[in-house]
């Protein structure tokens, strides 16, 4: 079982530059789950990020699942509370 594990940034589903990582990795790799960690922050990004990867055909025909975890992190700096967090997942 492939898994892609990813952060919804703010500058996700894409950007003037192009697809955001996690849309690039998830097309590449075409994954069984995708997770998609997203903070307050990256909300309104995520719901925007897991619709356009839901709605991709070649992710539709690989039968991929997405999957999504709000994380209670303010700063997605904060790598010791980010720690805490993603064992729980």
């Known amino acids: 079982m492939d898994v892609l594990i ?30 998609l960690l997203y903070t307050p922050l990256t909300e309104p990004n995520w719901e925007k990020t897991r619709q356009f990867l839901a709605n991709d055909p070649q992710l539709q025909e ?8 709000k994380l209670d992190l303010p700063d997605a700096r904060d790598y010791e509370h980010l720690k805490e967090l993603i064992p729980d997942l």
Request: glycine share 8%; no cysteine; aromatic share 6%.
């Open 6 to 35: 990813g952060f919804v940034t703010t500058s996700d589903p894409e950007s003037p530059e192009g697809p955001a990582q996690i849309v690039t990795a998830a097309k590449a790799l075409e994954p069984d789950y995708i997770h």
């Open 62 to 69: 690989a039968g991929t699942k997405i999957v999504s975890h």
